[in-house]
């Protein structure tokens, strides 16, 4: 009696992706089989495909009868989107951090180049390029999307004034310009106005948020002349 051949083709996986770039195809075949014939023309028991199509085997056993099976193999590369939102990306006086966000409308995993952060956000404290990789949790495939942060500091601070110290002008105002925010003076007052009544170096120390900035102005006195006209 002859004993018909038969045939299955068994994988793991019959879907292509990014993470998947091969698959082996196995004839699962009972003991009368003695020849293989894939579509590709080969003549093994198995093989190994990386492209999407139909995959026909023919088995022929000992007394010349055949049987065939077939196998379509699909893709599914499709690339994830991602969007940084960063805010007006910048680092300010009174904005130390810059909210950094990557959304996506896929089921991924985040990488970020800063500190092995692995959410969707965080916030950024420091200037710089900031670069997220998403990987599609199913297929594999990534996509990446970079966000520039940069530093904005504008506190300025000077002194001004236009007295001398005389024998008239005992004591003359110095008065800070500029950016508002803590006042410190070298002469211990903590507003935006000092008054002095002896030469020397003033300074006057202005913090603004993370920001900090300072002036320095000399006061002298007038000449022998100026004090003998005074």
Not at 71 to 80: A, C
Not at 96 to 114: G, L
Not at 125 to 143: F, I, R, W
């Amino acid at each position: 009696k002859t004993i018909e051949p038969e045939v299955n083709i068994v994988s793991s996986y019959t879907e292509l992706t990014c993470a998947i770039t091969t698959i082996e195809l196995i004839a699962d075949a009972n003991s009368q089989v003695v020849n293989y014939q894939w579509s590709d023309g080969s003549h093994n028991s198995n093989l190994v495909i990386s492209d999407t199509g139909t995959y026909a085997l023919t088995v022929t056993a000992n007394g010349g009868c055949t049987a065939s099976a077939s196998v379509s193999i699909t893709e599914n590369v499709i690339v994830p989107t991602v969007t940084i939102y960063s805010g007006d990306s910048k680092i300010q006086c009174l904005n130390s951090s810059v909210p950094m966000r990557a959304e996506t409308s896929m089921n991924v995993t985040y990488a970020w180049n800063y500190n092995d952060i692995t959410t969707s956000s965080f916030k950024v404290t420091e200037a710089g390029t900031y670069t997220v990789t998403v990987t599609d949790t199913y297929n594999g495939c990534t996509a990446t999307e970079s966000a520039e942060v940069v530093e904005n500091f504008t506190a300025h601070i000077e002194i001004d004034t236009d007295e001398e110290l005389t024998c008239t002008t005992t004591q003359i105002t110095l008065t800070a310009k500029g950016s508002t925010g803590d006042y410190q003076w070298s002469t211990g007052d903590l507003t935006s106005v000092t008054q002095v009544s002896a030469p020397g170096d003033y300074i006057v120390t202005v913090v603004r948020g993370i920001c900090t900035v300072s002036d320095t102005i000399t006061i002298e006195e007038g000449t022998k002349e100026d004090l003998y006209r005074a």
